[in-house]
């Protein structure tokens, strides 16, 4: 089946430790985004990628890093600089922007 | 600069009836498409419908429909026949370039 996949579903961390958070799809869609999603708000934009090898900051780029070495994949990496991490985390697939597939979204506590 | 709103935090709707959720929107584009997601408890985002700014006819699937009034820059979701299972966050979405900038959303309640 296609789809995207996001795992763990429950992370929990320490405060000042780095976490990375995994993200792969099998729909062979070329653009990939990473979304945060705060208790009763909607979504926010971290990072997207329109294909490998290239990404571009989001509206709350500050604190994360991203990597897009194969299509399949693009993992997000909460650093120790982002100041509240606890949240929601959403990554999506799309071959076209009025299509885009969700994962089923990482619930991130920093205790 | 883009923006969506909406401004319902919640809603209730008795089952079986119709309810609308508002969506506005700010944009000086004049191609863009307007979505609407479902996100129920379990926290998936559930891709319900699109609407094209150059769309003539407004967009029906199922018993979604959006209300697109271009001018008033409105984007409502008509959800017909309300069911137990519509219970859930609702959001209002547009594209902008190549991202997708979503509202603060609306949650439904159906009462049975």
């Known amino acids: 089946d296609g789809g995207i996949t996001q795992s763990p579903k429950y992370l929990f961390r320490k405060e000042g430790q780095n976490v990375t958070l995994s993200c792969e799809q099998n729909l062979n869609h070329d653009a990939m985004y990473w979304y945060r999603q705060d208790p009763g708000q909607g979504l926010r934009l971290i990072y997207y990628?329109?294909?490998?090898?290239?990404?571009q900051k989001g509206d709350i780029a500050e604190g994360y890093s991203v990597s897009r070495e194969k299509k399949e994949s693009f993992p997000l990496t909460v650093t120790s600089a982002q100041k509240n991490p606890t949240a929601f985390y959403l990554c999506?697939?799309?071959?076209?922007?009025?299509?885009?597939?969700f994962g089923p979204g990482t619930r991130l506590t920093v205790l | 600069a883009q923006k969506i709103t909406q401004t319902q935090p919640g809603m209730f709707v008795q089952e079986k009836e119709a309810v609308t959720l508002d969506c506005t929107y700010d944009t000086s584009d004049q191609s863009y498409g307007l979505f609407w997601y479902k996100q129920p408890s379990s926290g998936e985002m559930i891709f319900l419908i699109y609407q094209g700014s150059y769309d003539e006819q407004n967009a029906t699937e199922g018993r979604y429909s959006l209300n697109f009034q271009k001018a008033r820059k409105s984007a409502n979701l008509v959800i017909s026949a309300s069911q137990l299972g519509d219970s859930a966050m609702y959001f209002c979405a547009m594209d902008y370039y190549d991202k997708v900038i979503f509202g603060p959303g609306t949650s439904l309640s159906v009462i049975p």
């Open positions: 999506a697939s799309s071959n076209r922007v009025d299509e885009q597939f």
């Open positions: 990628s329109q294909i490998v090898n290239d990404f």
